[in-house]
């Protein structure tokens, strides 16, 4: 059945970084459009980072351009977020997701792992 399965979270301190993985089997992954979404408590999921089936298009959020980074790495059936200079604002759930199509509408979907920085 398909799966995703995240790691890499943790507790950070300001200014730190974190390198989230999401493991996936069960489909095609070259085939989709992967993306990386976030939900902080008391508060809606939203997008970070999308990349193409191919990794050679990517998009990130206002709130994490020039922080974060998405990559994919298809012979690993693996998708990649590198967060760099994180802040108390990032804390969140982050959970990864599979499109058929670049940015969605998203079919399957990770049960996220916890990211959280403190001072």
């Known amino acids: 059945q398909v799966q995703l399965v995240e790691s890499g979270g943790g507790l950070v301190q300001i200014g730190g970084s974190l390198r989230l993985s999401c493991a996936a089997s069960?489909?095609?992954?070259?085939?989709?459009?992967m993306g990386w979404f976030r939900q902080a408590p008391g508060k809606g999921r939203v997008v970070v980072a999308e990349i193409s089936r191919s990794g050679g298009i990517s998009y990130n959020t206002d709130a994490v351009k020039g922080r974060f980074t998405i990559s994919r790495d298809n012979a690993k059936n693996t998708v990649y977020l590198q967060m760099n200079s994180l802040k108390p604002e990032d804390t969140a759930v982050y959970s990864c997701a599979a499109s058929q199509r670049v940015r969605g509408p998203y079919d399957y979907w990770g049960q996220g792992t916890q990211v959280t920085v403190s001072s």
């Open positions: 069960g489909f095609t992954f070259s085939m989709y459009a």
